[in-house]
């Protein structure tokens, strides 16, 4: 889609409040593990490569979720280390070892596809092998597949970087899973031919609230972006910095009568004299029409929205007249009131980092 900067809808990401969250993150822990920041996803809705060249000197790698994330970066200048998380298309290796982006293998299978498949020898390629502990999706689950990962990498001198697992419940009370992800991975690594130069498990709820389990590298996605891994479920050791505000404004501003109805369906209609102002932004932004009946915040008041949530457009009721150009928040304060991604993920039943990447690229990027 477009993005759209003559429109008055922007997002305002604020890269400083990225960067505190960054350092934050390094006092907080008592041990001095890598950053590698997790971009995937183009940062979570906030930009990729701008979010990237902004940390670059504050953290050491960065992590995506596929090789055109990584290219991305690449192309831009980005010179740290690069990890794709997840496994890729096994005939695009020889591809990633030029660009020298780092692999994960993500199975046994895999490492075989991709050896069979390159047109080249792969001398140089870094891969991280996944574990799979206990998250189901992919990585490897015993030392035999590990042996045998180790043993084509050396007959065909790949580099064996690093290995690592993903936890399932870091952002949830319980921590049974948690402590038998935990000991599987232990288990597993006291028994590797050698130790990688890195070992690492941890996203950003593990790296909060089980920071005993950082190693040597921390994952940091979603609290390098401000907000709560776990929604509103678990406190937050220190405060985080939310980095993206999204505003919008007036496009139009009318006075209805008792009868009147606003909206596809016509499923509000007015019960006495009634102020409705439309706004620039629609379900074709990832402003999904789960948003009718949520409010935004205009002059410091909350204002519902009213009427089914258009593609493009969405009305909200107004207290009073507001010229066009009004300022409209979605997202962020506006005199004492405030509005946060988890406010809105409660609203909508899911969790702020939906809410986030949703934002589609129709809404314009403004960098503070
Ligand atoms: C997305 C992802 C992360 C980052 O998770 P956050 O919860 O955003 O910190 C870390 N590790 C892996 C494997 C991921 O897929």
Partial sequence: ???????????????????????HYKHFIDKQPEI???????????????????????????CI?????ALELRNNDITLPLLVLSGIVPDNADLARDMDITLTVPSVEWLELVIKESTTDLSGLKVHVAVDTGMGRIGVKTTEEINEIYRLAEQHCIEIEGIFTHFATADEKDTDKLQEQSEKFEDILSKLPYRPRYIHSTNSAAGLWHSNQVQDIERLGIAM?????????????????PALTLQSEITHMKKIEAGETVGYGATFEASEETYIGTVSIGYADGWTREMQGFHVLIDGQEAEIVGRISMDQMTIKCDKYYPIGTLVTLIGRDGDREITVDDIAKWRKTI?????CLLSDRIYRIYK
């Fill in 1 to 23: 889609m477009k993005a759209s900067p003559h429109r008055h809808t922007p997002a305002i990401i604020h890269l400083q409040a990225i960067r505190n969250n960054i350092e």
């Fill in 36 to 62: 590698w920041a997790v971009v995937k996803a183009n940062a979570y809705g906030h930009g990729a490569v701008k979010v990237a060249q902004a940390v670059a000197s504050h953290v050491q790698g960065f």
């Fill in 65 to 69: 979720s596929n090789l055109d994330e």
């Fill in 225 to 241: 972006y401000g907000l709560n891994p776990s929604g509103t479920l678990i406190d937050l050791p220190y405060q985080l910095e």
């Fill in 352 to 356: 702020n980092y939906e809410i986030i």
